[in-house]
């Protein structure tokens, strides 16, 4: 991701224009330049914070939460660095504060769909279910953890890159890339052995 | 998944990564997008970039102030005013000569010593 500082498949449809350029837009005052970056980066960020919350509302505020601190951190951002980890590791500190404020946390109703068995074509409902268990599976496993796994395998970002979004050596990366890898791949394999995909 | 890719493996994988996404994609980014812009629309950058500056700009009168507090007090402590000083700063050479003296006064000077413009 070092040389290509926008998310994989998500800023090719959006201007051309570099997250440098457009941060140097928005600290001139231009609004609409801004909205362009959260435009290019709204997925991953919610993403991110749905690793670490679960829950998708709690998400939702997280990944807000971040975009507006982004914002008023903007003069921080260094352009000579890659501007895609600085604003992860804004979503995943804000997630990780939403958290800490409301250590309870609500259960995701599982899609009636999905529990009746009922409406949907047998591809959506197994996809559903699969989605589910992945969340259920990433919610076991430790924090630091579920958002390596979810910046490396999704959003494509380097093990020196979320060394940096998240404080830790890459080789600790590497680490928790691999012990979450195993847990993940160990429930998807089991639920293609079960003959649901 | 794929079977040729080991957990240690530096690339990532290609199908757990997919499925992760879809797992963990919220729908309607449109609306989050218009969520978040409203939000800023609401708190212009301006307003929050002069804030910030108006908050660094107390830290550094807080700080100076601080300092020049600091040394007026150790200077005070270390240079303590006696009462002698003070007597001659407030009533002039006849007072200074009342206290010092080591025989009591006469109540003539006293009273000439207070009666002193």
Redesign the interface.
Known sequence: MASDPQPPGEGARIAAETDGELVARTLAGEQAAFGILVERYAASVRRVARAVLGDPDDADDAAQDALLAALVKLRQYDPRRPFGPWLMRIAANAATDRRRRRRVRRTEPLDRNVVAGGTLPDAETDRRVLGQRLRDALSQLPERRRVAVVLFDVEGYSHAEIGRVLGIPEGTVRSEVFHARRALRSLLADWREDGSG | ?NPELM??D?R??P???A????????AD?AA??A???A???R????H??VL?SWARAGIAVAAVAALVAGFLVRRAVTNPTSLEDVLVAAAGPSARALVISSRPPDASVVLAAVEEP
């Open positions: 998944m957990p240690f530096h990532p994988d199908a757990l990564g499925a992760l996404r879809q797992a963990l994609t919220a980014d989050f997008v969520r978040v812009l939000r800023v629309a708190a212009p950058i301006a929050w970039d910030a």
